[in-house]
């Protein structure tokens, strides 16, 4: 049986979510922007675009083994699907938000009554009935940070990820229900009925996200500096030293770095005399 995967079919998670994909080697043919459901023979993988809201649902269901989605939806839908990678993308709050010149500046300043717009009801009643607060929840399905202003609403709980629309719209942050990103969540019993492909899908997906915070370096360095250039890079193994064919003062080394470091790292191999220092971005990286 193939395997059933669902993934945005628009919006913030979309582009992402296909760019891991297509890194993962699966084959996504050029016109997969247009269709909603795709089929990779040679993996025998089946690709499904929906709403990234309908994803916690159709994944509960079965409809299909696992999906990618916001943790934000996985709470919402309130299903407990088993969270398979957390992807670090699609970062986002779901926050509680106040017009500015409003007197609520806290959760504790909430009155009894309070109207709440929203596009996460569920999640919105549960923090409030914790938090012993009597309010009335309006679903909106988007846009609710204007409800404030249209006099729908006396405040709103939203995504927020650099927060420069609820600063547009003159609210601010009282309170952070959760923080979100964008994860792997599978079926329960095709975790375990189809647990071979989807750890194969998985450790792809994660042995690219794992590569692109590397870089491979090569460089040729000179033979006596090794022990300075083993403290440089003090990973389990240190660098690989391959011997040079013409060159008798020179090897050549391989070393897997932080990207964040290539700065740092070459400048010290230059000034050790390193010769041909070449940094390459790896594609996937299985540790
Ligand atoms: P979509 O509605 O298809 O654009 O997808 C929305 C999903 O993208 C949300 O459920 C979140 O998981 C994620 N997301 C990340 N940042 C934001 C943001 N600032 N606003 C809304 N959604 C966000």
Request: hydrophobic share 45%.
């Amino acid at each position: 049986m193939a395997l059933r995967i669902a993934i945005p079919n628009k919006g913030r998670l979309n582009e992402r979510t296909v760019e891991l994909l297509i890194k993962s080697g699966l084959e996504l043919d050029e016109n997969w922007g247009r269709k909603l459901f795709l089929k990779i023979e040679k993996q025998d993988i089946e690709i499904l675009f929906v709403r990234a809201q309908d994803i916690p649902e159709f994944v509960n269901s079965g409809s299909v083994d696992i999906g990618v989605t916001g943790e934000d939806q996985v709470a919402e839908s309130g299903f407990k699907p088993e969270i398979l990678l957390k992807l670090g993308f699609g970062f986002c709050r779901l926050v509680v938000a106040a017009p500015e010149k409003s007197k609520i500046k806290s959760i504790k300043s909430i009155s009894n009554g309070t109207i709440i717009a929203t596009s996460f009801p569920n999640i919105t009643k549960k923090y409030f009935e914790k938090n012993k607060k009597k309010v009335e929840i309006i679903n909106v399905s988007g846009a609710a940070e204007i409800m404030p202003y249209m006099g729908v609403s006396d405040i709103i709980v939203d995504l927020v990820s650099t927060g420069s629309t609820l600063k547009t719209n003159r609210l601010a942050e009282i309170a952070t229900i959760m923080n979100s990103e964008a994860v792997i969540i599978g079926n329960k019993k095709s975790v375990k009925a189809k647990k071979e492909k989807i750890e194969e899908i998985v450790s792809a997906i994660e042995s690219v996200l794992y590569a692109e915070t590397k870089l491979f370096i090569v460089a040729d360095v000179p033979s006596k500096k090794m022990g300075q250039i083993n403290k440089l890079f003090p990973g389990v193994a240190g660098p690989t030293v391959i011997e040079i064919s013409q060159s008798k003062d020179m090897v050549a080394i391989q070393v897997v770095i932080d990207k964040d470091k290539v700065y740092e790292s070459v400048n010290s191999l230059r000034k050790l005399g390193a010769k041909g220092i070449l940094t390459l971005q790896m594609e996937r990286l299985v540790p």
